[in-house]
Structures are given as structure tokens and as C-alpha cells.
């Protein structure tokens, strides 16, 4: 369904959401910077990945003038009520307090050996607690029966002894978010993760963070890591009946 047709790479190394497509194929994508991602950056691109325009917010926020898309152009679908938006929004804590096992979603052992070798984990399963948030970013419908959608889950790692935060707070488990794009079926179960979850018709995905459908052709922005140095990209695909 999914033919892959292109990537591009982003301005900057840290978050990045999709706008939107104007009428006129033009495609606006925001990147959030910073040390605590307190700054955005705007950029205007054609299908090709170049850049037309650009709006980059400095040190002085009343110089800001951020683009603008005109009214009738595609933008992304965000679902705040989804039934894979569960858990709580906590990062760390203590497992007994806060009685981690009532509340945290089960992972197959079989998910968490692919989760394990995928990410390099260097961890047992038995220390994999679950998914203790999970969160659409955003969906693509394709059609009436399928959807592509780009979520952040984060597992609960289990700590063999109490540690202690910055803050002086102990805690016994911490979280680790994983950024994932799926195809959802009306007519499936959908897995948390499958072998090669990372694997997206063609392209290795690294933190899918936004997706959006304009007349036959899929985007999803995909976050940067600014430890590497990788920057953020934007991947295209045509979507096919």
C-alpha cells in the first residue's frame, strides 16, 4: 500500500510536528530547539525538500513572526481521545507506593525480547514492567479501513535497587520513551511492537513524531538526536489503493 518515495533532511536535531501542505504542494514543518526546546523554527518546503521560507524564533520572542498557511491547506490529524492513549504520565517513581503493577499495560514476552534486540537494551526482560503511557501524535486514515499512526509509548524499566534523582527523590523505576509508527486495521488487534518495528516501508524510522495524508502521498516527520548530531528528517511515501 506504501511505496517509498523520499527523505529530506530537517534544519535542526531536536523535536519537529507538521503544520501542514498548502494547496499549492508547498509542505510547513516546525522544529523546537533549544536546551529545554524553548525555541521554534518555521520552514516552508517544496515536494523536492527545499527550502523556500523560514521564520526562526531568537532570544527576543517579540521579533517572531511565524509563517502562515493558508486556510484551505491539508494539516495533521491529532486524536487526543484514541483508544491507545492509556496509561499515566508518570516518569519515575517508587513501584510499591505507587503500585505500579495496578496500573502499568503488560507487555508479551515475545515483545520484549523484540524490544530488547532492537534497542540494544542491555536489560532482562524481567525488567521490562510494561507500558506505563501510551500517546497518538497524530493518525493518517488512508482509507476506511486502514490507518497510519504515529505514537510514544514509554516502558517502565524496573531498577534492581533504589536510586536517587537530582532532586533527592528515590525511585525504584524509571521510563523510557519509544516513538513508533504503526498501520492500524480496523479489522486487526494491534501489537504493540512486531519484529522490525523500526522498519517502515522502506525507511528505518528513528522518532515518528507527526504524520499527514495529502491526495496520494504520506509524510511523517521524524525527530533528530542531538547526541549524534543526526538531524530531524521528513520521509514520503505514495500511497497506493
Known amino acids: 500500500m506504501l511505496t517509498y518515495l523520499k527523505t529530506f533532511a ?8 507538521l503544520m501542514g501542505m498548502t494547496p499549492e504542494a508547498k509542505l510547513v514543518v516546525e522544529e523546537y530547539y533549544g536546551t529545554e526546546l524553548e525555541f521554534a523554527a518555521q520552514t516552508c518546503y517544496d515536494l523536492a525538500g527545499n527550502i523556500l521560507l523560514t521564520a526562526d524564533e531568537p532570544a527576543d520572542t517579540r521579533h517572531w513572526l511565524p509563517l502562515e498557511l493558508p486556510a484551505n491547506s491539508t494539516r495533521p490529524h491529532h486524536s487526543t481521545k484514541h483508544p491507545l492513549n492509556y496509561g499515566v504520565s508518570r516518569r ?15 507487555v508479551s514476552i515475545m515483545e520484549k525480547m523484540t524490544l530488547i534486540e ?18 497518538v501524535l497524530a493518525i493518517a486514515h488512508l482509507n476506511a479501513q486502514v490507518a497510519i499512526v504515529c505514537r510514544v509509548v514509554r516502558l517502565a524499566l524496573l531498577l534492581p535497587q533504589v536510586a536517587v534523582d537530582a532532586a533527592g527523590l528515590p525511585y525504584d523505576y524509571d521510563t523510557l520513551p519509544i516513538y513508533v509508527a504503526q498501520v492500524l486495521r480496523s479489522d486487526e488487534d494491534t501489537p504493540v511492537f512486531t519484529p522490525g518495528f523500526q522498519d517502515f516501508y522502506g525507511v528505518r524510522l528513528h522518532r515518528p513524531q507527526d504524520c499527514l495524508l495529502f491526495e496520494d502521498s504520506l509524510w511523517i516527520a521524524d525527530g533528530g538526536d542531538k547526541t549524534t548530531g543526526r538531524h530531524s528528517q521528513v520521509h514520503a511515501w505514495r500511497v497506493q489503493s
Not at 92 to 106: F, I, K, S, T, Y
Request: aromatic residues 4%; glycine residues 10%.
Open 92 to 106: 519515575r517513581g517508587l513501584r510499591e507506593p505507587e503500585r505500579l503493577n495496578d496500573w502499568v499495560h503488560p
Open 10 to 17: 530537517l534544519r535542526y536535531s531536536d523535536d519537529c510536528a
Open 118 to 135: 532492537a534497542l540494544h537494551l542491555g536489560v532482562s526482560p524481567m525488567q521490562l514492567g510494561g507500558i506505563a503511557e501510551s500517546r
